[in-house]
């Protein structure tokens, strides 16, 4: 099949960028919508222009690195899917097909597809972790942990630092990102003792970095590639409120975000 | 040159212990003027970086990825290995180490591995500290299930996620150390040469992905955590960034490359769909625990599987192997589909495919347990072939899954430069000519937790550290290397893209030094290799500039690696005139066309020292010798 790609090119953050389209003809249905942009890419350096940059890696939808708006949607149209586990069989011969990066204040722009999501690491430096050093730990068995709570535990550390999220949020939050962390680790008895302080740490950075505030919409869950529940905002909720009422020590340094003064 | 891999004397149980206590120790108050660079953020950098950052060293991690969480590591699926033995069935640490020793086919080092085995428990125990949220059993213990090459439950798993768990987890103690000061973290940035001053590595030179800038790093000491070279196939397994480009400028620094042709070749991923396919997608051998693998007795029978009747069925690796089944070690179930397909019983449009057929295990257990073993490796699978395994039978085919060969070290895991640490999979250590399932990820992460940590402060301890300016002219000749390199690519202007040039070198290794290989075909491949680098370095043509974020740039130096690997790759493979493992050489079979090892001529490691570019790698030999596990013909029978 034949598709029209309308890519949203932009050389670099001071650049204006505008969209332009390429045609791509001989589409094979099996063909992941990255390698749709790979055969384009070969032709375009042919032609002696410059191809289109967007990240990738995995490209089995582990790494987190994909990721751009398919018309409108954060990854496109197939729930639970990123980007690179796209195929083209879910478009039609002659559609044409709307390609942009994720927008979003706390992610500045790079180039063509590509935005810096360097502020995702800055919350889980803030503090979402276990502060376990190596060599300090007890026998694996010692601490049974039941399988729903492992379970639950499993399903939000499944988060892939997408940023998806972000993308979708009409408010640019980051709740669904830093929930899932604070989820991951604060359902776990080993990840009990620091969960007040861990999301008190990790929203005053989200906040730091520019994110929006949540206000419940759901967009980001819908976008979400693992599917991440909603549930998570809430328990992220709980903890900070834990948190503060617990608090008694200054919380960790922040961290210099990626947008200042944001 | 003489290799010392400073294996302890003693027994091995206490050899470890021992080296330990023997290395000297750096002054807690010392640690911290001591700078460590890292490069590599997967299981086995970012492991190391943070278990040296919490010692209170000053270290640099480096990765190409925009976060350290997005290294290689992440795609593991199955699981890793320990030596628990919570199921009770009689696992132990000696178990472990025999299965891996005999599983890579007695081509790796006793002592290393016997280590390995031993720090194992100890990983499951960090993890599990660190909030990995492992498979349990109701009970609230920790689950376990097998894999192959091994007859014993010992892998533990956190669902078809293990490696992105592990890794999440070393990337927060990471995150942890870069907020506590101790290490810096240098993203989206890729080393492009190895400063090396009076004989020491010294420091690094890099380049930044999206600014274009050179920069050059120094440090006392350098850790290789770079990962495996299975890219130099094009086609394999590994995440498209995945590259040699690291220890390959090493090597031509003066480390040795180490058994270079042991690739492993993956038996369970999903068959190549078409020319414009960019990477093939693994299948966990964890399927293979339920999983029934068999082609039609019939050749070119193009019924659909379900209308293939039992016995009309052949499960040619139950009946080859009726002790391990389904589950023999790698290689051996790679080899047999080949053959099944080369002899035209494989299925699919290509007929390079075999079935991986779950209907008997989801007859004797239900969907649901099946659902939750594997149920997001059955969607991996519906979405890209668009058929629903839970009715229809997987395709499966080898792919290029990963590099035993890599960076030769000693037991304290230095190259032959004095300075220069190798982990993970950029080292050859550990995995002989094959490596058995789940058992990277164990090995990454003992690198980086528990050997690393102690051997480096040896180093340290032991050596002095003049100050090193950037005026020093090692420092200048390797930036220069570095920058014309770069400019020559963007010169050259030509017709073809890398890809094509990449594609190309794939295939001819595919064809020539894949899952069979005989002398012939390597000589080819050596006289087609050189011609395509030639054409490679007058025709490529890389668009755009190296101020900026340039994808095809970054390729086309990691490309241009791959052609001088691959030669090597070759060459070692001709020079090993046995079949081993992953190494098979059609002229040295069994009867039964099993690997015929030649432990008389080549029970060595062969590891390569560059001599300069147009002169032949010179062969230096660590012999190996067994005195725990005694070399037999490996039988799965
Ligand atoms: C699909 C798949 C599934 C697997 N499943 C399993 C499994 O179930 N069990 C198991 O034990 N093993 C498994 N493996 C193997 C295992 O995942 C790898 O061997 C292991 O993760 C390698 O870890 P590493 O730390 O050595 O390297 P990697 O994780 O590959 O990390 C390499 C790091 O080096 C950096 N880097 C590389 N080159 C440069 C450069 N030039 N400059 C700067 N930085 C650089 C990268 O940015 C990255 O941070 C699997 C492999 C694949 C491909
Ligand atoms: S919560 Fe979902 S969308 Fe957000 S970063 Fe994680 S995986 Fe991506
Ligand atoms: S490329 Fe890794 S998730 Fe898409």
């Known amino acids: ?262 | 040159m003489k290799l010392d891999a400073n294996i302890p004397s003693g027994p091995i149980e206490e050899a470890w212990a021992k080296a330990c206590f023997d290395m000297k120790l750096v002054n807690p108050a010392n640690k911290r003027k001591h700078n460590i660079i890292v490069v590599g953020s997967g299981l086995a950098g970012g492991s190391a970086a943070a278990s040296l950052g919490e010692l209170g060293y000053n270290v640099k991690c480096i990765c190409f990825q925009d976060t350290p969480r997005r290294a290689h590591s992440i795609a593991a699926q199955g699981g890793i290995n320990a030596a628990k033995n919570y199921p009770n069935d009689g696992e132990s640490v000696f178990r472990l180490f025999y299965d891996t020793v005999k599983g890579g086919d007695f081509r790796a080092r006793e002592a290393n591995v016997y280590r390995l085995a031993q720090n194992s428990t100890k990983i499951i125990d960090q993890c599990v500290a660190q909030g990995v949220p492992f498979a349990r059993e109701y009970g609230g213990s920790l689950a376990n299930r097998s894999f192959g090459g091994a007859q014993v439950s010992r892998t533990f798993y956190a669902r078809g996620q293990t490696g992105q768990q592990l890794l999440l987890g070393a990337y927060q103690a990471l995150e942890r150390q870069i907020h506590a000061g101790t290490v810096t973290m240098i993203a989206k940035t890729e080393m492009l040469d190895l400063i090396v001053v009076d004989g020491q590595a010294r420091g690094i030179v890099t380049r930044h992905l999206i600014t274009g800038e050179y920069n050059i790093h120094i440090a006392d000491a350098v850790i290789l955590a770079t990962g495996g070279y299975g890219n130099v196939f094009y086609l394999s397994t590994n995440a498209k960034g995945s590259n040699t480009t690291a220890i390959w400028r090493a090597y031509k620094r003066g480390a040795l490359f180490a058994n270079p042709c042991f690739t492993q070749i993956h038996p369970t991923c999903i068959p190549v769909s078409g020319e414009y396919q960019s990477k093939l997608t693994l299948m966990s051998e964890s399927l293979r625990n339920d999983g029934r693998i068999w082609v039609p007795k019939k050749k070119g029978d193009t019924r659909p599987p379900n209308q293939i009747p039992e016995d009309e069925r052949d499960y040619y690796l139950e009946r080859r192997y009726p002790s391990f089944g389904n589950l023999v070690p790698r290689d051996v179930a790679s080899r047999n589909a080949k053959t099944m397909c080369d002899e035209g019983y494989g299925v699919g449009k290509s007929g390079l495919g075999v079935y991986l057929d779950f209907s008997e295990a989801i007859n004797r257990l239900g969907e649901k347990t099946i659902r939750e073993r594997y149920g997001n490796l059955f969607d991996m699978y519906q979405r890209i072939t668009d058929e629903d395994p839970y009715k229809v039978p997987m395709r499966i085919f080898p792919a290029v899954h990963y590099t035993m060969g890599g960076l030769w070290v000693d037991y304290g895991l230095q190259s032959t430069i004095p300075g220069l640490f190798v982990l993970g999979e950029a080292n050859f250590s550990d995995h002989g000519a094959n490596r058995l399932g789940a058992s990277a990820l164990m090995q990454g992460l003992s690198d980086g937790y528990f050997i690393i940590p102690n051997t480096i402060g040896h180093y340290l301890a032991t050596h002095k550290f003049a100050k090193v300016e950037n005026s020093n002219p090692a420092v200048q000749e390797a930036l220069t290397t570095v920058k014309s390199k770069i400019d020559t690519l963007l010169s050259i202007k030509g017709k073809r893209t890398v890809d094509s040039f990449h594609r190309e070198l794939g295939k001819i290794l595919w064809d020539y030094c894949g899952m069979a290989r005989t002398a012939e075909g390597l000589q080819l491949a050596i006289g087609k290799i050189r011609a395509l680098r030639e054409e490679y370095w007058k025709n490529v043509t890389v668009p755009g500039t190296g101020d900026d974020l340039n994808e095809s740039l970054e390729k086309a130096g990691r490309v241009a690696d791959f052609f001088e690997l691959a030669e090597l790759i070759c060459i070692d493979a001709l020079d090993r005139n046995e079949s081993c493992g992953g190494h098979f050489r059609e002229e040295y079979q069994t009867p039964e066309g099993e690997a015929q090892r030649d432990d008389e001529h080549y029970s060595y490691v062969a590891a390569w020292g560059y001599t300069g570019p147009n002169s032949a790698p010179e062969l230096n030999k660590e012999p190996l010798e067994f005195q725990y596990v005694h070399p037999s013909q490996r039988s799965y029978k």
């Open chain 1, 1 to 262: 099949m034949k598709v029209t790609l309308k890519i949203w090119r932009q050389k670099n953050s001071s650049d204006k960028g505008q969209f332009v389209k390429y045609r791509v003809d001989d589409v094979d249905g099996e063909m992941s919508i990255l390698e749709c942009l790979d055969v384009l890419n070969e032709s375009l350096i042919l032609r002696g222009e410059v191809p289109v940059a967007f990240e990738h890696d995995c490209r089995e939808g582990i790494c987190g690195s994909c990721g751009f708006v398919i018309n409108g949607v954060a990854h496109g149209p197939e729930r639970g899917t990123t980007a690179c586990q796209l195929t083209m069989r879910h478009f039609k011969d002659g559609d044409e097909i709307t390609l942009e990066p994720w927008r979003a204040k706390a992610f500045p722009m790079v180039k063509d597809l590509v935005v810096n999501r360097r502020a995702l690491d800055h919350i889980i430096e803030a503090g979402g972790y276990i502060s376990v050093g190596t060599g300090q730990a007890p026998e694996a068995n010692g601490l049974p942990i039941g399988k729903e709570i492992a379970d639950q535990s499993m399903d939000a550390a499944a988060c892939i630092g997408c940023g998806a999220c972000v993308a979708a949020c009409p408010n640019a939050a980051a709740a669904l990102f830093t929930g899932a962390k604070i989820t991951h680790l604060g359902v776990l008895p080993q990840g009990e003792t620091e969960k007040g302080r861990r999301a008190l740490a990790m929203v005053a950075q989200m906040n730091a970095e520019g994110f929006g505030n949540c206000t419940n919409i759901g967009e980001c869950t819908a976008a979400c590639p693992k599917e991440i529940p909603l549930d998570v905002i809430a328990k992220m909720n709980r903890d900070y409120l834990c948190g503060s009422i617990k608090q008694r020590e200054d919380l960790p340094t922040p961290v210099a975000p990626v947008v200042q003064g944001a």
